[in-house]
Structure formats: C-alpha cells, structure tokens
C-alpha cells in the first residue's frame, strides 16, 4: 500500500515538473530590437510615475496605449512577447542588456548636457 502512494506521489510530482505547453514563440513576437525599445519606455514611464516628474497635464500620456500607439502594437501582442521572452530568459538576457545600455547612453546624454549647463552660468 505504502508503495503505491510512494508512486502516485512521483508521478504527481513528475507530472508537475513538467512542462506542458511547447515554447514556441508566438506568431506576433516583438523582435528583440523591438523589445528593448518598448521595455526602456516602460522603465522611463515607470520611474517617471514613481518619482512624480509627470507633468500632470500629460501624466495621462503616461500608459500601454502610449506604447501601443508609438510601436504599432497591441496589448495581446505585448503580453504574449513578454511571456516567450520571460519563458526565454537567455533570449531577454540580451534585450535587457540592450536596454541597459541604451538607458546608460540616455543618462551620459542628459549629465552631458547639464554640465554644459552649468558650464555656460
């Protein structure tokens, strides 16, 4: 007796190892390129909200229908690219370096120019 509910419990445990849906990437599939553009406009559109830089008059700007607007995409689209890249973490590793990058440029940009700033006081 104690060997079959020693069995059921493997098999159970087996069976919920498992993977069950394939990891196919989906027919709308962000390109990577693609992806790491829209997730540094969540990032930016994230600590803009956060740290309460919004102008209010466009705070309502601040949303997924900007994105979806702006990249020619649709929420679904999103969702499911974000799913396959999160199930894909080597394939996200690189758009999350690309982004890195790009937002480092983007901070060396704006310090740049404050010093010029300051400079021209």
């Known amino acids: 007796m104690n060997s ?5 419990l493997l098999l159970l445990f087996f069976g919920a190892c498992s993977e069950f849906g394939d990891n196919r990437p989906p027919d709308n599939l962000i390109p990577p390129a693609q992806m790491s553009d829209v997730m540094m406009d969540i990032i930016l559109m994230k600590n803009i909200k956060r740290n309460g830089y919004a102008d209010s008059a466009k705070a309502h700007l601040l949303v997924e ?8 995409i649709d929420s679904l689209q999103l969702a499911s690219s974000q799913e396959y890249y999160a199930q894909n ?10 982004t890195q990058r790009k937002l480092t440029h983007l901070k060396d940009s704006i310090q740049v120019e404050m010093n010029r700033d300051e400079d021209e006081r």
């Open 4 to 8: 079959r509910i020693f069995l059921l």
């Open 65 to 72: 229908q900007y994105l979806i607007d702006k990249y020619g």
């Open 89 to 98: 973490p080597k394939k996200y590793l690189t758009i999350f370096k690309e």
